[in-house]
Nanobody
Framework: QVQVVESGGGLVQAGGSLRLSCAASGRTFSSYALGWFRQAPVNEREFVATISGSSITTYYVASVRGRFTISRDNTKNTVYLQMNSLKTEDTAVYYC?????????????????WGQGTQVTVSS
């Protein structure tokens, strides 16, 4: 069973940047994809970004493409989400999730271990 713990959230002004981190333990780190999801109040949890176990493949939701970058360091068992040019609509609780497989997926059902989430608030 994988355990993941997020960190790095906070309050930032629109146009600013934040970097989220997610430390994982459990299964061999490079054997599974990792994803970031987010949930704003009254919204469903939505996919943000994912990276394959090998780091070769990444995928983003259209609304963050070009502003967010997902990466992973397999020597530190950590995945990152660099968020630039933040907008007020990026405000949400961000969750890190470990995938069931090494390949990327946007599907909630393909992730079986979730962190507690970290709050990101973007002010205007």
């Amino acid at each position: 069973q994988v355990q993941v713990v997020e960190s790095g959230g906070g309050l930032v002004q629109a146009g600013g940047s934040l970097r989220l981190s997610c430390a994982a333990s459990g299964r061999t780190f490079s054997s599974y994809a990792l994803g970031w999801f987010r949930q704003a109040p009254v919204n469903e949890r939505e996919f943000v970004a994912t990276i394959s176990g090998s780091s070769i493949t990444t995928y983003y939701v259209a609304s963050v493409r070009g502003r967010f970058t997902i990466s992973r360091d397999n020597t530190k068992n950590t995945v990152y989400l660099q968020m630039n040019s933040l907008k007020t609509e990026d405000t949400a609780v961000y969750y890190c999730a470990a995938g069931r497989f090494a390949s990327v997926s946007r599907r909630y059902e393909d992730y079986d271990c979730w962190g507690q989430g970290t709050q990101v608030t973007v002010s205007s």
